[in-house]
């Protein structure tokens, strides 16, 4: 069944993810502290907290200055890193 071979595929909370690609209109109205924060962490791996009710992947990560941050995004725009 293709289904279960794609959600066996799937990362599960405390992996080590990539997020592929910001997501449009996720770095709207944000500071831009967290525009950059986000924007560095692109191709680099980052730890996959959990996902919401919705399906969203909540991924978390520390920035260059040791702030931690959350963000949420479709798991679409992340995958499991090797």
């Given at each position: ?12 909370p405390?992996?080590t993810?990539?997020l ?6 996720l770095?709207?109205?944000?500071p ?17 907290s959990e996902y ?7 991924l978390e ?9 959350f963000?949420?995004v479709?798991?679409i725009?992340?995958r499991?890193?090797?």
């Amino acid at each position: 069944m293709a289904g279960t071979e794609i959600e066996d595929k799937k990362p599960r909370p405390g992996e080590t993810v990539i997020l592929m690609a910001i997501p449009p209109g996720l770095l709207d109205d944000l500071p831009i502290e967290d525009r950059n924060a986000i924007s560095e962490v692109v191709g680099k791996p980052i730890t996959l907290s959990e996902y919401d009710q919705d399906g969203r992947a909540e991924l978390e990560f520390q920035d260059n200055v040791g702030v931690i941050h959350f963000v949420w995004v479709d798991s679409i725009f992340i995958r499991l890193a090797e």
